[in-house]
């Protein structure tokens, strides 16, 4: 009968045996390192020949296909913060793809203009809804929402609509009505929207939603703080929810745009003039809505995902010390902006900036 003394004799023994074999098999340190060192490397090799062959597949290869967009996610689109920017450029791309859109913003004169210019381009139907995501009234404009999208089978929903500061600015500048706009829009609006429309989609077993993050989330960006970090959450809410909902038919997608010529960015004259880095909005969005259902997470345009690939390969506080060296000669830039146009208009003051209500 073997007793507790035998199995630790015999675990020694096999424990003397193995380290008796590897011996045979490495002759000192120096060999061990070696493996770890040729594991390490093949690691870093096969993440990078993987890196590169995904950004091949959704930003080039993807591009052939001939998906039936009505069939795969069904026949109405919701595009929020859409009467300008990336929103009514993404719309314009799936009313292109044959999907009825909803767009969505505060200003109705300019959500008009949207409806009858998309109308005019694609034979789809396009309605819009006026509504305040920064709504004093949280409750109410959701319960509002709601109502008019009750008669909708919405099947694809694009969280994009987004706010920043005026410009680039450290957090005491920035005011407490600012500081509630993004939390309200940036977290706030993307959360209850696919709250609301997230269900109808489960029980028909098909959809997608959408988040449009920013490329300031991939690393903490200074300057941009409270921005950068409400699309950190919407980077987590996605992909935790892909995770949730992954046997449900729905696809899930982040995207995380960098630089963009828009409003948004309309602080700055270097970034107003867009080019092949800084595309337009029309550009991006052409390039962003065909990496859909190819990756849950990418930039959508192929100059960012360079961007991001070097973002990833500097250290945080490299990149951090970037950011704001970059992010303080933008703040110089639209200051010295709104100088200018308070002395042409003849006004003491700045009319404009971070501390202003919106
Ligand atoms: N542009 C960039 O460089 C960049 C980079 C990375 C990520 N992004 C993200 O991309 C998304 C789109 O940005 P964009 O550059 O296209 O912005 P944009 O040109 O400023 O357009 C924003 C859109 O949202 C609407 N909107 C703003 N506040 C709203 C509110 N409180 N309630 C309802 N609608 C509101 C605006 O319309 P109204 O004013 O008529 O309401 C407009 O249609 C955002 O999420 C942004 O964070 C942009």
Same mark, same amino acid.
């Given at each position: ?215 300031? &989330? ?13 699309? !950190? $959450?919407?980077?987590?809410? %996605?992909? =935790? ?87 303080? &000669? ?13 002395? !042409? $208009?003849?006004?003491?003051? %700045?009319? =404009? ?6």
């Amino acid at each position: 009968m073997r007793t507790p003394e035998h199995s630790i004799d015999s675990f020694k023994f096999v424990l003397d045996q193995i380290v008796g074999d590897l011996k045979g098999v490495f002759v000192g340190t120096h060999d061990v390192l070696a493996v770890l060192g040729a594991y390490y490397a093949a690691r870093k090799m096969y993440g990078a020949v993987s890196t590169v062959a995904e950004a091949v597949y959704v930003h080039l290869l993807g591009r052939a296909s001939n998906m039936d967009w009505v069939t795969n996610y069904g026949p109405w689109a919701v595009v929020t913060g859409s009467s300008e920017g990336i929103g009514r450029a993404y719309a314009n791309e799936l009313a292109l793809r044959g999907l009825n859109i909803v767009l969505m913003s505060r200003n109705e004169r300019r959500l008009a203009r949207a409806k009858a210019e998309i109308e005019m381009d694609c034979k789809v139907r396009v309605e819009y809804i006026v509504a305040d995501f920064a709504s004093d009234n949280q409750t109410d404009l959701y319960k509002t929402i709601e109502a008019a999208l009750a008669d909708k089978e919405v099947g694809l929903l694009v969280n994009n609509v987004g706010v920043m500061y005026d410009f680039p600015d450290v957090l005491l500048n920035i005011s407490q009505q600012k500081l509630w706009q993004l939390i309200h829009v940036n977290i706030g609006a993307a959360t209850m929207m696919t709250h609301m429309l997230l269900s109808a989609m489960v029980d028909r077993g098909k959809g997608g939603v959408v988040v449009v993050s920013s490329g300031s &989330s991939t690393q903490m960006t200074p300057q941009m703080t409270v921005y950068s970090a409400t699309k !950190r $959450y919407l980077d987590y809410f %996605i992909h =935790s929810l892909a995770y949730e909902y992954r046997n449900s038919g729905i696809t899930f997608q982040c995207l995380i745009p960098f630089y963009t010529a828009t409003r948004m960015t309309g602080y700055s004259e270097r970034l107003s003039k867009g080019g092949w880095i800084v595309p337009d909005a029309a550009r991006y969005a052409s390039s962003a809505v065909e990496t859909l259902g190819r990756s849950q997470c990418t930039t959508g345009y192929f100059p960012h995902t360079l961007q991001l690939w070097i973002g990833q390969a500097v250290p945080n506080w490299l990149w951090m010390w970037g950011s704001e060296k970059l992010n303080n &000669s933008l703040r110089q830039e639209a200051l010295a902006r709104l100088a200018r146009r308070a002395s !042409r $208009y003849g006004s003491q003051e %700045i009319l =404009s900036d971070n501390s202003r209500t919106p």
